[in-house]
């Protein structure tokens, strides 16, 4: 017998096809990233009702730096509750998709204003969570032709009971500084003097008490709220005033949480593909 005879025979290795993998959904990151879904921490059902009643009540806690809202019933806050944020009294969540809606038509609201060559000015309460997203829309306004509020800084001023303060403007965004860092700020005080400060603008981009100060002041407001800071949807849905937007969403993560926002209001329509770190680490 040859050689060639007792070699076994060849075996062709067997093909597979590589599996493709389904790109997240827009829904699917936000709730990877817990800044929406049911996976994003939050008050629980007995805390979110309670919030709600003092809101009716007029609890000065609830409204934050928004005036007490005349005739509201809890029929009304609910309703508004409901509509910008998907929760209920049972289910205590903020619905993905109405963050992404939201933050689509503020961008489109934002380029709209921008494109008139008006004043927009923007501010953070969050500077550790938000000023990269508040960032985005601050070069956003700029690129279609908005007018940016980009100030020297103002003060000193006392903030959260502690002096001195400044607010300070980073890329056109307005935060609250202790000369060598950047504070989150729940002091409306602040904000009145944040408002104090700038030239009256057409259009304010805010959160916490920035964005409650310029609604209460007239000017037209997108504001980015939690379900810890429910009172802005409320009076905006129940004043019949078409002057405040709210994008609903957690607003404590970290900033790399808001990228999926970020880019959407950058322009891209479609899921940005997760990087590796994103999916092993969930944000």
Known sequence: MSRSQKRPPRLEPRVHATPVAT????????????????????????????NVELLVAGDRRALGEIAPIAGLVAADAWKAVAETF??????????????????????????????????????????????TLHLAFARLAREHGGEVVDLADFGPIRADGRHPRWLR????????????????????????????????????????PFAEVAWESGVEVVAFAGLDRLALAVAAATARRETGMVVPMRTDRATRAYRVLEELVAGAGAAPTARPSDRETGL
Do not use: H, N, Y
């Open 86 to 131: 998907g929760a209920s009294p049972d289910l205590v969540m903020i619905e993905a998709q109405r963050t992404i809606a939201a933050i689509r038509a503020a961008r489109e609201r934002v380029c709209d204003v921008a494109a008139t060559g008006a004043r927009i000015a923007i501010a953070t309460s969050a500077p550790a969570s938000l000023v």
């Open 23 to 50: 790109p997240p959904t827009l829904e699917a990151l936000l709730e990877r990233a817990k800044i929406a879904g049911p996976a994003a921490p939050g008050p629980g059902p007995t805390e979110f009702r309670r």
């Open 169 to 208: 403007w980073v890329g056109g965004v307005a935060v609250v500084s202790d000369g060598d860092g950047l504070c989150a700020t729940r002091d409306g005080e602040v904000a009145r003097e944040w408002f104090f400060a700038l030239p009256r603008p057409a259009l304010a981009i805010a959160d916490g």
